[in-house]
């Protein structure tokens, strides 16, 4: 079985992430800065996957090198791209680095962003209201 047959997964995932962020108030219509995560114990190859991503359109960060609890070294990397929580578009973004992460046999580990609070006439129009 590759990563790219588990896409299900990513694709719930996905949207699960995306219904947090809003419930939580994240604004819905932001731009995101959506940073995917890949891993190998084997930085060579690492970087190929990292040449790919940035070949398919991804702001690629310089490879980390990190001590895992049990020892083990592994180099890590983000795959960076800006979108809106579109889920069409994450999985696609998805698809195309799981097809790369099989492809140089490293680990695509999801992704992650950051919360975009909502304005503060936003959480007025939703009965939400701002103590001074």
């Known amino acids: 079985m ?11 995932f996905n949207q699960e992430t995306i219904d947090a962020l809003l419930e939580d108030g994240s604004q819905a219509d932001a731009d995101y800065t959506i940073e995917h995560h890949f891993a190998s114990t084997d930085f060579d190859v690492l970087e190929k996957a990292a040449v ?10 310089d490879a980390e090198e990190l001590m895992l609890d049990d020892g083990e070294t592994i180099f890590c990397f983000d795959a ?6 579109d889920i069409e578009k994450l999985n696609a973004d ?6 790369i992460a099989d492809k140089h046999d490293v680990t695509y580990d999801g992704w992650g962003t950051y919360f975009e609070p909502r304005e503060e ?3 007025e129009e939703e009965g939400y209201h701002f103590d001074d």
Request: no cysteine; net charge negative; hydrophobic share 35%.
């Open 52 to 61: 790919d991503a940035f070949k398919a359109g991804f702001e690629v960060t």
């Open 2 to 12: 590759t990563q790219f047959d588990e896409r299900e997964e990513w694709y719930e």
């Open 94 to 99: 998805s698809d195309a680095l799981l097809k």
């Open 80 to 85: 960076i791209v800006e979108r809106k929580l």
């Open 121 to 123: 006439g936003e959480y």
